[in-house]
């Protein structure tokens, strides 16, 4: 739990704003509440310090579930305010951020993760953009493996409590089935394949159902014929790795495989002949050249 005084997404009411000093600008720039007695006495160390660490963790914890409802409430009143700060917490895309971003993320967002959990009941079709941004995040990349694994459990929850979001969260991870294709991202595409997977095998045990969302997905977000032979390497291997956790998708998983492996072979075919034909118009040309 984070530290007095370190920079995480919360509100503050404005007498406790009072209490808090300018902090410096950053992704979640929004103050914790002023200092409890708890946190006092374990800043202070002695005896009682791991107690009163605790119980200030405690608190910090109640305070953003208290946000969290509170927010929720506010934008079903037409009040968003509160609402949008919360979608921030969440938002994170990895391009143009590198290791240190994913890990700032990690540590921000890390409160955040139980105090949405105990809300994700509420968060329906009117929350479309805070679940979005939730779903959309480029979680399966921060390096704490901790962090992550709270995260896909929140994605759990949420698809248990509100199985309507099932498709979006399949849609969400089966979009990392390329990772890796780009020579940088190599290194770490095992571990973003495994956590896309795991959360994948959780979400088909919890929602029986999920297997027509992980076909949808596959099918839309299956790359073009003109992508690079690394990234068909990579969709076809992980598309065949959920026959293994979701037997029920076999077949569509199958044909969709085969399809694809014959409008690769059609377009191979095409280019194949193009080369010929483009080969035999410059033998043409050449000959008719040395007869002039």
């Known amino acids: 739990m984070a530290a007095s005084g370190e920079t995480v997404a919360a509100a503050m009411p404005p007498r406790q704003q009072e209490q808090q000093p300018a902090l410096d600008g950053g992704a979640l720039a929004i ?36 946000f969290v409802e509170s927010a929720l409430r506010q934008a079903r009143e037409g009040q968003p305010d509160e609402y949008q700060r919360l979608v921030r917490v969440f938002a994170y895309t990895r391009h143009g951020g590198g290791p240190q971003a ?3 993320y990690a540590s921000e967002v890390a409160p955040w993760i139980p105090a949405l959990a105990a809300s994700v009941s509420a ?28 995260y896909a459990t929140l994605v759990l929850q949420l698809v248990s409590a509100r199985p309507e979001w099932v ?27 495994a956590r896309a997977h795991r959360l ?4 088909c045990r919890a929602v029986p159902t999920s297997g027509s969302s992980v076909i949808a ?4 977000l299956w790359p073009f014929r003109t992508a690079k032979a690394r990234l068909h390497v990579l969709f076809v291997r992980n598309a065949l790795c959920c026959l293994e956790y979701a037997p029920g998708v076999r077949r569509e998983v199958l044909r969709m495989v085969l399809n694809h492996m014959i409008q690769l072979d059609v377009e191979i075919q095409v280019e194949l002949e193009d080369l010929e034909s483009d080969s035999d118009d410059d033998d043409d040309d050449a000959a008719a050249a040395d007869e002039g």
């Not at 994948?200 to 979400?203: D, P, T, Y």
């Open 31 to 66: 103050p914790v509440p002023a200092a409890s007695a708890g946190e006092q006495e374990a800043e202070a160390g002695g005896d009682d310090a791991p107690k009163a660490a605790a119980a200030a963790a405690i608190d910090k914890a109640a305070f953003l579930r208290r």
């Open 102 to 104: 994913a890990a700032r």
């Open 123 to 150: 968060l329906g079709l009117g929350c479309r953009e805070l679940v979005g941004t939730v779903l959309g995040s480029d979680w399966v990349t921060v390096p704490d493996d901790g962090v992550a694994h709270r």
């Open 167 to 193: 498709p979006q969260a399949a849609a969400a991870l089966v979009r990392w089935f390329g990772f890796g294709a780009r020579r940088a991202d190599e290194a770490e595409a095992p571990r973003v394949h």
């Open 200 to 203: 994948l095998r959780e979400i």
């Open 217 to 220: 997905a596959l099918g839309e």
